[in-house]
């Protein structure tokens, strides 16, 4: 398994152990490699898309996280396109911590270009400019796992958290 599906199979396991944790269990897997979204679920009666990252740990007390434009605009799309009521952007930091954005609270934010990584996954091989807009940490819902169940947090439990 190259480290792109090992990224997306570690991400897709965080993200189900999260749903599982909040009783949501209507849920589907998109299928293909370079899906513009992860999931489909429903969450009270609401149809929901969501698109999973996996980041290092060192970037969770960060003032901002790193979104691409163009991924925001396929995830928009395809929210739009399935009658979907939100999108939601879903960052996990190293295996406990999870931010997750709704795509239209982030959407209108400035976009700038940024030298970045071409993936994720490779980020040892090769850098790309990209369109990126930098999203205020205070506009995630901030999820931490511990003892082995996801709850609600805070950033100032991230910051002790993770420090």
Known sequence: MDNFLAMERKGRDLFKSLLEDG??????????????????????????????????????????????????????????THDCKAAWYVNFFGEDICFIYNADKVKNLRSETAYCNYTTANYNYYKTTKGVIMIPTNLAGIFIRKNGRWRNGSLKDITTFAA
């Open 23 to 80: 009783n949501i269990t209507k849920y589907k897997e998109s299928t293909g490699r370079y899906n513009p979204v992860d999931f489909y679920l429903i969450h009270n009666e609401d149809k929901i898309v969501a698109e999973i990252k996996c980041r290092d740990i060192r970037y969770v007390n960060y003032p901002t996280h790193l979104m691409e434009t163009e991924k925001l605009k396929s995830l928009l799309t395809v929210k739009d």
